[in-house]
T-cell receptor
């Protein structure tokens, strides 16, 4: 039972480098989300998707881009990494809201930008 | 305005004592409320949710939470804490029933000492 899988688990980037974080879910969920977790700030929504081919901005979208070409995958890109993007990134997925379900989370990606 | 607040950054209890983690919300109507737990270097795991019905909700690992509409609270409780309950706990609210986005509190670190 894989659920939500994130790759990579750890990454160190130099300022200005780019990278893509991959999120894959096998629960046929329509909705997918990218959050970042910083100490004392809880989880903040970066971008989300309500279905294949759709994306939307969350609370803190600047410096990130996303794509949802396939229903099961949600990619988060950093085009030019900055030290302020050092964080732990979590992907999550969920069924439609009227079912009253919460999210299923991946195990996270710890990113350090030096 | 923040939709959900966890007023305590840290809660420390002795093993065997009752554990309470506080959460208050500030959305109108009848929200969906959730509790998640995060163990070190892991993703968030679902504990329990309140959708409707009985105000006392039972969840995983012996946890329960009480929905109090008049006090707009959803406190997490466990009658007898274990050392293994030491973790970071997040309260979350779906700001309205048709909204798929969850708003998370800043988190409360629980430490249970032997």
């Amino acid at each position: 039972n894989a659920g939500v899988t994130q790759t990579p688990k750890f990454r160190v980037l130099k300022t200005g480098q780019s990278m893509t974080l991959l999120c894959a879910q096998d629960m046929n969920h329509e909705y997918m989300y990218w959050y970042r977790q910083d100490p004392g700030m809880g989880l903040r929504l970066i971008h989300y998707s309500v279905g294949e081919g759709t994306t939307a901005k969350g609370e803190v979208p600047d410096g990130y881009n996303v794509s949802r070409l396939k229903k099961q995958n949600f990619l988060l890109g950093l085009e030019s990494a900055a030290p302020s993007q050092t964080s732990v990134y979590f992907c999550a997925s969920s069924p439609p809201p009227d079912r009253g379900h919460g999210y299923t989370f991946g195990s996270g990606t710890r990113l350090t930008v030096v | 305005a923040q939709s959900v607040a966890q007023p305590e950054d840290q809660v420390n209890v002795a093993e065997g004592n009752p554990l309470t983690v506080k959460c208050t919300y500030s959305v109108s109507g009848n929200p969906y409320l959730f509790w998640y737990v995060q163990y070190p270097n892991r993703g968030l795991q679902f504990l329990l949710k309140y959708i409707t019905g009985d105000n006392l909700v039972k969840g995983s690992y012996g946890f329960e939470a009480e929905f109090n509409k008049s006090q707009t609270s959803f406190h997490l409780k466990k009658p007898s804490a274990l050392v293994s309950d030491s973790a970071l706990y997040f309260c979350a609210v779906r700001v309205n029933r048709n909204d798929y986005k969850l708003s998370f509190g800043a988190g409360t670190t629980v430490t249970v000492r032997a």
